[in-house]
């Protein structure tokens, strides 16, 4: 059974890093592209991050040159390394794969932006 769990969510004050985990079981995980997302309060989801199999990433423009995404397929996780938060990063953060058509989600991690 695929499973997806995030970490590394918390409260950081304006200015601040945080580096959030995915760790994901029950797939081939290097053959996956892993995505990021997040749901502000009152707001749509958005795709934040992606970085697929070879390494490839994708950021929106929102968060491009702030945070950076990652994997270690050692260790089947994925990583999103946020700098420089801003209070509209305020979000639970999810990550999501594919895996055999089927769209696989953590249950996300809050991430709180506030002095």
């Known amino acids: 059974q695929v499973q997806l769990v995030e970490s590394g969510g918390g409260l950081v004050q304006p200015g601040g890093s945080l580096r959030l985990s995915c760790a994901v079981s029950?797939?081939?995980?290097?053959?996956?592209?892993i995505n990021w997302y997040r749901r502000a309060p009152g707001k749509e989801r958005e795709l934040v991050a992606a970085i697929t199999s070879g390494g490839t990433t994708n950021y929106a423009d929102s968060v491009r040159g702030r945070f950076i995404i990652s994997r270690d397929n050692s260790k089947n996780t994925g990583y999103l390394q946020m700098n420089s938060l801003k209070p509209e990063d305020t979000a639970v953060y999810y990550c999501?794969?594919?895996?055999?058509?089927?769209?696989?989600w953590g249950k996300g991690t809050l991430v709180t932006v506030s002095s």
């Open positions: 999501q794969i594919w895996e055999l058509n089927i769209n696989y």
């Open positions: 029950g797939a081939i995980f290097s053959l996956k592209t």
